[in-house]
């Protein structure tokens, strides 16, 4: 029953396209994170230069040295234990470009893009059609188009509007997702299991078509 289940679950087109709408959104933090990084770098060189004073070793108001990768700089609103971009997923980067006015952004397309990724976590069957699927792609491609002179970016662009129906989008979104990664081990195994099976039993000499004669 766990191994029919699986098989339908994962042959079922409105699961594919929930998984690749999670892997669009790890392809946009994959483009986003240097980005991210380099910007706020620049904006706290700004503030030191227009304020000497501040410094490695000044205190900021919650009580942290001043760093330009503290903490509250990349989750505005989130877990207070991320201190960098590589540590942030899409919407924790999406945030921060939404909330500081460093970044020169349509923010209507900053919203949308976060509003489809809620809808994808909130999603309580993890199905979405292939229309939805299409408005998010192109939700995403028009937020990448602020950023036309940013070359990751852009090469992300070309990916998202190629993306297919390939397992390996689905190997890759659940390797880089271990809660789903952990839950459907056991389930994946079962499976690898019944297909070696499968073809140990279709190579018994029973089985076998005799050969032709000469």
């Not at 700004?46 to 760093?67: D, E, H, N, Q, T």
């Not at 590589?86 to 980067?93: K, N, S, T, W």
């Not at 188009?145 to 990916?159: D, G």
């Not at 990664?181 to 073809?199: A, F, P, V």
Request: glycine share 6%; with cysteine.
């Amino acid at each position: 029953m766990v191994l029919s289940e699986l098989a339908a679950r994962l042959n079922c087109a409105e699961y594919k396209n929930w998984v690749k709408a999670g892997h669009c959104l790890l392809l946009l933090r994959s483009c986003l994170q240097g980005f991210v990084g380099r910007e706020v770098l620049s904006f706290h060189r700004g503030l030191l230069a227009a304020a000497p004073g501040l410094g490695p070793r000044a205190v900021c108001r919650g009580g942290s040295r001043c760093s330009p990768r503290a903490r509250q700089a990349f989750m505005p609103r989130g877990l207070a234990d991320k201190r960098g971009p590589e540590e942030c997923d899409a919407v924790a980067l999406l945030s921060l470009i939404n909330s500081c006015d460093h970044f020169v952004v349509d923010r209507k397309k900053v919203t949308e893009v976060i509003k489809c990724r809620n809808e994808i976590m909130h999603s309580s069957e993890m199905k979405v059609s292939s229309t939805w699927l299409r408005d998010f792609q192109m939700k995403i491609q028009n937020f990448l188009n602020e950023f036309k002179n940013i070359p990751e970016i852009v090469a992300v662009y070309s990916r998202i509007e190629q993306l297919s129906n390939r397992l390996e989008v689905v190997k890759e979104f659940l390797r880089n997702n271990e809660d789903l990664r952990n839950g459907l081990t056991e389930d994946m195994q079962k499976l690898d299991s019944l297909c070696l099976h499968q073809k140990l039993d279709s190579q018994e000499p029973g089985r076998q078509t005799p050969d032709r004669k000469a």
